[in-house]
């Protein structure tokens, strides 16, 4: 199937620091086009790619899991270290989980991680039966598009393929386990109200990552997808800060909360 106009990946050459991004469930590149494209605009090599079974149609991804996309970040992430002396991993929601994935396989090869809104679980009492439930229901309402600002739009699905979801659901239990292996420099921005992703998915990885140098932001004016809502600036202020501090070797802030 083509990909959705806008849908497409992204990658631009630049620096000796490396940006990889990871968009989030059901989602595309196009949420996180304006992040990646402005710190490419700032010399950093960035890398935005798409994940297996979305930016077409939610068919696609009914027959993909996480094994697949994660898989296509790895290789990606594999590919900036072989051309930059440092990269940095980035994620937006289920984006957020496959970056800390990352940080926690790659170890020192990666040297810090930013996640806005991470996603740590399915919540609701349909993730326990999604194990029977998808064998019986194809898919549920899509969770795309939760962004307080305005005709501001975000490209995805309009259906959940619940195959997927339930690979999600596994996913995420695995990364939960394997926080503790995260021990880089951590720039965490959640949005104060947030209706696809509650804080206590934050909250539970600041408590279970070993990262000592860690930034929490607290973003008052956006929902789920900030990085095209009311507080994107923000985060792209806030992201070239942390990567220039850390990539430069330029101190360590300790575990803080920013409003």
Known sequence: MPVLPGAEPYRREGG???VLFCHGFTGSPQSLRPWAEHLAG??????????PGHGTRWE???ITNWQDWYAEV????????????????????????LALR???KHGEGVAGVLVVNPANKVHGLSAYTL???RHFVRTAPGVIGDIAKEGAVELGY???PLHAAHSLRTFFRLVDGELPQVTQPLLLMRSRQDHTVPAVDSARILSRVSSTDVTEIVL???YHVATLDHDADRILEESLGFIDRVATGAGKEGTTARG
């Open 16 to 18: 000796e620091v490396g």
């Open 42 to 51: 700032h010399g950093l090599t960035v890398s935005l790619p798409l994940l």
């Open 60 to 62: 696609d991804m009914a």
């Open 74 to 97: 790895d290789r990606e992430l594999r590919t900036l270290r072989d051309r930059c002396g440092r990269v940095f991993v980035a994620g937006l929601s289920m984006g957020g989980a």
């Open 102 to 104: 990352l940080a926690a």
């Open 131 to 133: 194990p029977v439930s």
């Open 158 to 160: 309009s259906r959940v």
């Open 220 to 222: 008052e004016q956006s």
